[in-house]
């Protein structure tokens, strides 16, 4: 139904994997208001609008995205709103950014409303970048940890690789540096990392061994206070 949005040539299979699981967990988890958090050039605003009343996208003036996909501004520690008012939440590749992660879950469980479900994406292997704000990875113990000590209960839990997409992917993305002159003009490194992520998406069927996977896909659901 839709093309995969925020990818190019270089990385399509991470953000196909992305739109796929996202898709499945917005239809079950996200609706109403949403709040994205660090919502950058807000990639999936297409693919989640029938499922939502609002679409809200929050970031921080420094941010290297355009600022005109922006709704709110503010920053994940200070959300300029009142509490317990939107239905869902999103918040995608933006918490190995926050120096701070147990404050920026508190506020996301803050704006929430009681049971509302927020869906992340919370990278475990990835390289350094959007520099210098980039200050962690994350295991799925360090995950479970955060969420259950700010308020939220664990719906899922999700590893969206393997080794190989794992590696294939950031093999791709080390090519790239490579990508100039007749490397270029002849898209010969596009071709090759179009080649590689395929293999690796074949391979990563038949050995998920997901203790490499770059990326978890967390549902969290907020708890009542009392
Ligand atoms: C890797 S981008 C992800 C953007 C988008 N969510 C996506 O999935 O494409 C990280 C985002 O986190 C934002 N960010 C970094 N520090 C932030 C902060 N303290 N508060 C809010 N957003 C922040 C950046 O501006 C950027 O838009």
């Not at 109403?32 to 921080?60: Q, T, W």
Request: charged share 20%; net charge neutral; with cysteine.
């Amino acid at each position: 139904m839709f093309g995969i949005v925020n990818s190019q040539a270089h990385n399509v299979l991470v953000q196909g994997i992305i739109q796929k699981n996202l898709l499945i967990a917005a239809k079950q988890y996200l609706k109403g208001d949403m709040i994205d958090i660090g919502c950058g050039k807000k990639p999936y605003a297409e693919v989640l609008s029938p499922f939502l009343n609002r679409h809200v996208g929050l970031d921080h003036e420094e941010t290297f995205h355009d600022l005109g996909n922006i709704d709110l501004f503010g920053t994940a520690y200070e959300i300029p709103t009142d509490s317990n008012v939107f239905d869902s939440a999103l918040c995608s590749a933006v918490l190995e950014h926050l120096e701070e992660p147990e404050q920026a879950l508190q506020e996301c469980n803050r704006v929430l409303k009681v049971g509302a479900y927020a869906v992340y994406f919370i990278p475990f292997i990835w390289h350094i970048h959007e520099e210098p704000r980039d200050f962690y990875r994350y295991s799925k113990y360090g995950i479970k940890y955060l969420f259950e000590k700010t308020n939220f209960e664990i719906i899922e839990l999700k590893a969206l690789s393997g080794f190989w997409v794992t590696f294939g992917q950031l093999f791709v993305y080390y090519l790239y540096r490579f990508n100039r002159g007749p490397l270029r003009w002849f898209k010969i490194i596009n071709l090759l990392g179009l080649l590689i992520q395929g293999f690796v998406y074949l391979i990563n069927k038949i050995d998920r061994t997901e203790k490499w996977t770059w990326m978890y896909m967390v549902v969290a659901k907020k708890k009542d206070e009392s």
